[in-house]
C-alpha cells in the first residue's frame, strides 16, 4: 500500500514538472511568432498611446520633448504613476499559452464585442503594436489579448498573457476614464520657486495670512495679500520663523485625490455655488499663478463628538476646485496644515 502510494507521488511530481516544461517551451515557441510577440523591449522609443473601450470612451497620452509629465487628450496631464505602470506592462508582458480549442470561438467573438484597443506608437504616423485586451481568465493570473502589428497582419487567435513577476491579470490597467488619467498635482514646487503664497480663511477672515518669499531665510508673513490690488495687509513683525518655514515646504509637492468625484452634474453645479471655506493662492516666479478652492464636505455619517454634539463636516475631505476649473476631491490630511489659522504662526 506504501508502495503504491508513493508510486503515485513520484508519477504526479513527474507529470506536473512535465507540464510545466512543456507549458514553459511552448509559451517561448508562441512568443517567437510575430503575432504573438506583445513585448516592446525599448519602452524609451513609446510617445504615444491611444485607448479605446467599446463604448467609445478614449484616453490619448504623449509624451511632451523635455518634460518628465505626459500630456492627456491634448489638454490635460496624465498620470505619472499611471504610464510608468503601462510601460512596465509593455516590457514584461509575456504569452503564458493558448486559449483552448473548445473556447476559442466563443472567446474570439467576446474579443469582438467585450475588448479595450491599445495602440502604441513608437514615433511613426501608425502604431508599432496594437493590443485587443479582453477578459481575464476564470483563475485571474491571466488575460485574453490580440495582437495586431500594421503591415503584417492581425493573429487570427487570442492568446493568453502575464506579466512576469506579477500574479494577476491586466485588464484595470488599460482605462479610459480621463479623470482617472488626469495628474491630480497642484502645487509642485520642488525647488521653492515661487514668491508668494496667500491663504485666505472665510470661516474667519481675521486668521488668513500671506507670505512673501524671496529664498532662503529671507521670508515676510502679513496679515492677508489682496489678489485684486496685489498688496500686502500689515506686516506681522514677530512670527514663529520654524513654522512657516514647514509651511512653505508643504508645496513642494500637493495632490489632489482624484477628479473622479462620483457626482452628478447638478450636484457639481450646486457646490460651484458655494462660496469656498478656503481659498489658497501660489504665486511662481515667473508670475504664474496656480490657486485650489476648499469646500467643507458634508458628513456621510450621523457621528457625534465626545460631548453627543453631531459633527456636521466629514474630516477627512474637502470638495475642492482647482484653478477655478475642475471639481476634485481633497484629503484634509495634505490640505489642513495649508489653511491654519495665523495665530499659529505667531509667536507666543
Request: charged letters at 20%.
Amino acid at each position: 500500500m506504501k508502495k503504491n502510494l508513493v508510486l503515485l507521488l513520484v508519477l504526479l511530481v513527474v507529470g506536473a514538472v512535465a507540464w510545466f516544461f512543456y507549458n514553459n517551451s511552448h509559451a517561448k515557441s508562441l512568443a517567437n511568432e510575430p503575432l504573438a510577440d506583445f513585448a516592446i523591449e525599448d519602452t524609451a522609443s513609446v510617445n504615444k498611446i491611444i485607448i479605446t473601450d467599446q463604448d467609445g470612451h478614449s484616453a490619448k497620452v504623449e509624451r511632451i520633448p523635455g518634460k518628465k509629465l505626459w500630456r492627456l487628450n491634448d489638454q490635460y496631464l496624465a498620470r505619472e504613476d499611471a504610464i510608468d505602470l503601462l510601460l512596465n506592462t509593455f516590457k514584461r508582458i509575456r504569452i503564458r499559452g493558448n486559449v483552448s480549442d473548445n473556447a476559442r470561438e466563443n472567446m474570439m467573438k467576446l474579443m469582438v464585442t467585450n475588448s479595450k484597443k491599445v495602440e502604441i506608437f513608437t514615433g511613426g504616423d501608425e502604431p508599432a503594436k496594437i493590443y485587443y485586451v479582453g477578459i481575464p481568465t476564470p483563475d485571474h493570473t491571466g488575460t485574453h489579448m490580440l495582437l495586431e502589428i500594421p503591415g503584417v497582419g492581425r493573429s487570427s487567435e487570442p492568446y493568453i498573457t502575464h506579466m512576469d513577476g506579477f500574479s494577476g491579470f491586466l485588464t484595470t490597467r488599460f482605462f479610459t476614464d480621463v479623470n482617472e488619467w488626469r495628474f491630480t498635482g497642484v502645487f509642485n514646487y520642488s525647488e521653492l520657486q515661487f514668491k508668494k503664497v496667500n491663504i485666505e480663511n472665510y470661516l474667519d477672515p481675521a486668521s488668513s495670512i500671506a507670505v512673501e518669499y524671496l529664498g532662503g531665510n529671507d521670508i515676510k508673513l502679513y496679515e492677508g495679500y489682496d489678489n485684486g490690488s496685489q498688496t500686502f495687509g500689515p506686516l506681522i513683525p514677530n512670527f514663529d520663523t520654524l513654522a512657516v518655514k514647514n509651511l512653505l515646504l508643504q508645496f513642494k509637492k500637493m495632490h489632489v485625490e482624484s477628479y473622479n468625484t462620483g457626482l452628478t452634474q447638478t450636484q457639481q453645479d450646486s457646490i460651484r455655488q458655494l462660496s469656498p471655506s478656503f481659498r489658497v493662492t501660489v504665486i511662481d516666479n515667473n508670475n504664474e499663478v496656480s490657486t485650489i478652492d476648499l469646500f467643507r464636505r458634508q458628513s456621510l455619517q450621523n457621528y457625534v463628538d465626545e460631548q453627543g454634539n453631531p459633527i456636521l463636516w466629514d474630516d477627512g475631505h474637502f470638495w475642492a476646485i482647482v484653478n477655478h476649473g475642475d471639481l476634485a476631491l481633497a484629503q484634509t490630511y495634505t490640505f489642513n496644515p495649508v489653511v491654519q489659522p495665523r495665530r499659529f504662526y505667531e509667536k507666543k
